[in-house]
């Protein structure tokens, strides 16, 4: 299946024959916008408006491709096949009109239709002129009003799009802000999330906090927006030294959870650089635990760094804060660069990190807690890992090499 998005509009990329579609049907949405402006992904992602059977049609193909299917919106009659590499949703013209269903949608550059049977656009909203200008624009006031989810959606699409919002859009999002509070915080999560992974996207950031839309998840966040705009600059110039680093901050917390390490980094910009008021913000949100604990993490580890202005770190901190940070340790060092330290002054901690070897950034266990319980006969218990720790934290100040020093050391703080 090809990678490019530009060749979307050709039947032959698409997982299933044109002639499983029943006439008429239009592709709509990302995928028409993202094909006029030869955007590529590697996932294809396809958005089908039908003006009948829409659920029937995606569970049809379904079958007959054996690919995954999945009722989204009964009430709508909306419907996902999954095949490999490529999604396509299936739905219901609102009104059992394209027409309609086309003056509903959020901005015009989403509201371009292709009909595939005839190989012709329908785009009532002047949406490629739009394109062109490189600019997201309302169809309605009252469209936004529908789902307040889109007021926020106008700037993560800006961020991604590298265009600009329309003014008396923005003027119409500045009036409508106080109605996200009515989205889940689930789903304006995930559009922050959107926003945090696209690169450069601090203006966009900074706009959607100062007509409202952040705002109230982060009060502080005026005062951090130079230090977030630093972000990226900081990865890029680690990155040149350290390639590594770069690769990391990419990659995603998790398989389920798709922030990136960087986004991580640019998350603690926007909270208030008290823990436990950051907390609170973070926990209204409803973050998951692992980017609760992520995001901390990086904030504790700023702290910490900051005892560096005044001495250097002794090897016990340095190893609590290895273990407390773990694969967040480049997104801490790029924190810190744009926060003002200088790479010269932690460098000596990054190379410790990139040393699978160095015994402080990665100690290796002399002895496991199974065989410590045998040596001393003892029963399971906490006070087994906290003779662990005390054993690790002996061999990288030097004061134990071997197993039989470790076993005497953990007799003696017996």
């Given at each position: 299946?090809?990678?490019?998005?530009?060749?979307?509009?050709?039947?032959?990329?698409?997982?299933?024959?044109?002639?499983?579609?029943?006439?008429?049907?239009?592709?709509?949405?990302?995928?028409?916008?993202?094909?006029?402006?030869?955007?590529?992904?590697?996932?294809?992602?396809?958005?089908?408006?039908?003006?009948?059977?829409?659920?029937?049609?995606?569970?049809?193909?379904?079958?007959?491709?054996?690919?995954?299917?999945?009722?989204?919106?009964?009430?709508?009659?909306?419907?996902?096949?999954?095949?490999?590499?490529?999604?396509?949703?299936?739905?219901?013209?609102?009104?059992?009109?394209?027409?309609?269903?086309?003056?509903?949608?959020?901005?015009?550059v989403?509201?371009?239709?292709?009909?595939?049977?005839?190989?012709?656009?329908?785009?009532?909203?002047?949406?490629?002129?739009?394109?062109?200008?490189?600019?997201?624009?309302?169809?309605?006031?009252?469209?936004?009003?529908?789902?307040?989810?889109?007021?926020?959606?106008g700037?993560?699409?800006?961020?991604?799009?590298?265009?600009?919002?329309e003014?008396?859009?923005?003027?119409?999002?500045?009036?409508?802000?106080?109605l996200?509070?009515?989205?889940?915080?689930?789903?304006?999560?995930?559009?922050?999330?959107?926003?945090?992974?696209?690169?450069?996207?601090?203006?966009?950031?900074?706009?959607?906090?100062?007509?409202?839309?952040?705002?109230?998840?982060?009060?502080?966040?005026?005062?951090?927006?130079?230090?977030?705009?630093?972000?990226?600059?900081?990865?890029?110039?680690?990155?040149?030294?350290?390639?590594?680093?770069?690769?990391?901050?990419?990659?995603?917390?998790?398989?389920?959870?798709?922030?990136?390490?960087?986004?991580?980094?640019?998350?603690?910009?926007?909270?208030?650089?008290?823990?436990?008021?950051?907390?609170?913000?973070?926990?209204?949100?409803?973050?998951?635990?692992?980017?609760?604990?992520?995001?901390?993490?990086?904030?504790?580890?700023?702290?910490?760094?900051?005892?560096?202005?005044?001495?250097?770190?002794?090897l016990?901190?340095?190893?609590?804060?290895?273990?407390?940070?773990?694969?967040?340790?480049?997104?801490?060092?790029?924190?810190?660069?744009?926060?003002?330290?200088?790479?010269?002054?932690?460098?000596?901690?990054?190379?410790?990190?990139?040393?699978?070897n160095?015994?402080?950034?990665?100690?290796?266990?002399?002895?496991?807690?199974?065989?410590?319980?045998e040596?001393?006969?003892?029963?399971?218990?906490?006070?087994?890992?906290?003779l662990?720790?005390?054993?690790?934290?002996?061999?990288?100040?030097?004061?134990?090499?071997?197993?039989?020093?470790?076993?005497?050391?953990?007799?003696?703080?017996?």
């Open positions: 299946m090809p990678e490019a998005l530009a060749d979307v509009f050709s039947p032959a990329t698409w997982p299933f024959e044109l002639n499983d579609l029943p006439q008429p049907a239009y592709l709509v949405g990302g995928a028409v916008r993202d094909g006029l402006m030869g955007r590529t992904t590697p996932i294809l992602d396809l958005d089908f408006v039908l003006l009948q059977d829409a659920v029937k049609t995606a569970r049809t193909l379904a079958e007959q491709y054996q690919a995954g299917f999945v009722l989204l919106d009964a009430q709508r009659h909306i419907a996902r096949v999954v095949f490999d590499q490529v999604t396509v949703d299936f739905a219901q013209a609102q009104g059992n009109s394209l027409e309609q269903d086309l003056r509903r949608r959020d901005f015009t989403n509201a371009i239709a292709f009909d595939p049977f005839t190989q012709t656009f329908i785009d009532l909203n002047k949406g490629q002129e739009d394109l062109q200008r490189r600019l997201i624009k309302m169809i309605s006031p009252e469209n936004l009003q529908d789902d307040p989810l889109r007021l926020l959606r700037y993560r699409q800006a961020a991604q799009l590298g265009f600009k919002i003014d008396q859009t923005q003027a119409t999002i500045q009036e409508f802000a106080p996200l509070s009515r989205v889940a915080v689930e789903r304006i999560r995930t559009e922050l999330v959107y926003l945090l992974n696209t690169p450069n996207a601090t203006p966009l950031i900074q706009q959607a906090w100062e007509v409202g839309l952040l705002s109230p998840y982060f009060k502080g966040a005026d005062q951090q927006f130079k230090r977030l705009s630093q972000i990226d600059i900081s990865a890029i110039k680690v990155g040149e030294i350290y390639p590594q680093v770069l690769l990391e901050l990419s990659q995603e917390l998790s398989y389920t959870l798709k922030i990136s390490r960087l986004a991580i980094a640019k998350l603690t910009c926007l909270l208030n650089q008290d823990i436990t008021l950051a907390e609170t913000e973070l926990l209204g949100l409803k973050l998951s635990k692992l980017e609760l604990k992520s995001t901390l993490a990086i904030l504790k580890g700023l702290s910490q760094l900051k005892l560096l202005k005044t001495r250097e770190l002794s016990r901190e340095q190893y609590f804060l290895f273990q407390n940070l773990g694969l967040l340790f480049s997104a801490l060092i790029v924190s810190a660069i744009a926060d003002g330290f200088s790479l010269e002054s932690i460098s000596p901690l990054m190379n410790r990190y990139l040393n699978p160095d015994p402080v950034a990665h100690p290796q266990l002399l002895l496991t807690g199974n065989e410590l319980m040596a001393l006969n003892l029963r399971p218990s906490p006070k087994i890992g906290e662990l720790l005390e054993i690790q934290l002996g061999q990288i100040e030097g004061k134990i090499t071997t197993i039989e020093e470790a076993i005497a050391f953990a007799q003696q703080l017996l």
